[in-house]
């Protein structure tokens, strides 16, 4: 009965042992990391790039730039590489290639220009978070090449404007609420303050509430069975990470407003 009411909102999945193992593989690990941030256990970046020091001294230290750089680049590459792998495949095809390219530049361009960085990144933690970007918007196209080649079946209810729109939402409050936060710190500034304006009043990730907003946008305009699941593993894993970054501030901050949740306002 679910999986009868969930083809109404998405292609039945392709013939694909490696896309449907990838869909598997990413829903249980990005939940499993999630849950791992609500326990205290982080991946190393922002402010826990340090938070596992164990044998420290022998790991490879970027600076977040260079780390965050090293991140978001393979990903865009994929997704403007598809372009070219899969061209003129329908407008869906399109819109979701071009949402993918879009949301991997724009986090670039902000590493670039927008973000003030003060700590570094571990190599060993910024390739299984490169790999997972660069695989996921590849697979992502692939699997919605699949529906094309494959000649699956169009959703009955169909999502891909809404999604645009939803996409929309959530990669313009993603961006101005980084912008929000780059403005927190003066020229040659390090230290940590409490964020405000926008949404910042309400929880203190706004940024992560918005891009799961704008991956569920993704999700919308693919109606893939793989991008739902990489969407949802987001959703957890974000959701854990902003736990553990309120949890932070409450440890860093006597006067950090109680009131402020982690991610979803007025509930968590």
């Known amino acids: 009965m679910v999986m ?6 998405l292609f039945p999945p392709p013939p694909s042992l490696v896309v449907s193992a990838l869909s598997v593989v990413n829903l249980v690990s990005l939940t499993s990391g999630g849950f791992s941030e609500m326990r205290g256990k982080h991946m190393n970046y922002s402010k826990f790039w340090n938070a596992t020091t164990a044998n420290s001294a022998k790991q490879i230290k970027l600076s977040s730039r260079a780390a965050m750089l090293m991140l978001y680049t393979p990903a865009f590459l994929a997704g403007v590489a598809s372009f070219f792998i899969f061209p003129n495949e329908g407008l869906r095809s399109t819109l979701l ?6 949301h991997f530049f724009k986090r670039d361009l902000e590493v670039l220009f927008v973000h003030k960085y003060s700590g570094y990144m571990y190599l060993d933690s910024a390739i299984p978070i490169t790999l997972s970007y660069f695989i996921s918007a590849a697979t992502m196209t692939y699997s919605q090449h699949l529906t094309v080649t494959e000649g699956l079946p169009q959703p009955q209810i169909d999502l891909m404007y809404p999604g645009v729109a939803v996409f929309l939402i959530g990669i313009i409050g993603n961006l101005y609420h980084h912008y929000l936060l780059s403005k927190l710190r003066g020229v040659g500034e390090k230290e940590y303050k409490i964020p405000k304006g926008g949404l910042f009043g309400l929880v203190i990730c706004p940024h992560y509430l ?21 969407t949802i593993g987001t959703t957890f894993y974000l959701v854990g990470r902003s736990y553990a970054t309120r949890k932070w501030y409450l440890s860093k901050f006597e006067d950090f407003p109680k009131n402020v949740k982690a991610v979803i306002p007025f509930v968590f």
Do not use: D, H, P, R
């Open 97 to 102: 290639q071009s949402a993918l390219t879009l």
């Open 210 to 230: 918005f891009e799961i907003t704008m991956f569920y946008g993704i999700s919308m305009i693919s109606q893939t069975v793989y991008s739902l699941c990489f």
């Open 4 to 9: 009868s009411a969930l083809l109404k909102f």
